[in-house]
């Protein structure tokens, strides 16, 4: 059974940041605009940040595509550091002490989830989800905190998202967290080549 009455006011103090990207090296062109029953993914993913933070912002290098859809936009302080820089330039850009990121190809993104997450924030300076061995730096709360560690990184060339989180307090998700909400391989499901897009493809239109 999912689980209901998660305080709406959880995330009024957490910015929703979209990482929109660029061109994907792996897809082959950028994905924020593959379509999911007419809707680009954008669209999908921006309504249902919406819904959720007072707040919302996209993180992207060709501002001129995403203008329509009314958000802000920001681009990449440093760019070609792929998420860890979207991540950086976030922080940097938020009013709010923490931003909940997500990757704009992950289409099934669960409201009472990342409220879930929000309320379990406390001092944390991460909350990132955590299935068996494999963790989702691109569905988490990260504070600005993590701007120094994040730094020290990107100055050691070094551009791994998970490779800051020894040097912080971290809180996982686990499985039998995520459960009461979603079943976290729809809720993780991303897009990295054409068979993944026409695999979700198959599961929205169900």
Known sequence: MKEKNINKNLC???TGIILAGGSSRRYGKSKAFLEINGIPLIER????MKGI?????????EKEQFAYL??????????????LGGIYTGLLSISNEAGFFVAC???????????????????????????????EPLHAIYSKSCLGDIKNLISSEIYQ??????????RYVKESEI???????IAFLNINT?????????????
């Open 12 to 14: 009024e103090n957490i």
């Open 45 to 48: 993913i921006a309504e249902k």
């Open 53 to 61: 933070f007072q707040e919302v912002i996209l993180i992207a290098n």
């Open 70 to 83: 009314g958000l802000p936009v920001v681009e990449d302080v440093k760019k070609g550091l792929g998420p």
């Open 105 to 135: 190809d992950m289409p099934f993104i669960d409201e009472g989830l990342i409220r879930y997450m929000a309320g379990t924030r406390d001092n944390h300076w991460a909350v990132v989800p955590s299935v068996g061995d494999e963790i």
């Open 161 to 170: 998202v998970r490779r800051f989180y020894d040097n912080i307090d971290v």
């Open 179 to 185: 459960i009461k909400f979603i079943t976290p391989e």
């Open 194 to 206: 054409p068979d993944e897009y026409t695999r979700i493809h198959s599961l929205l239109k169900t």
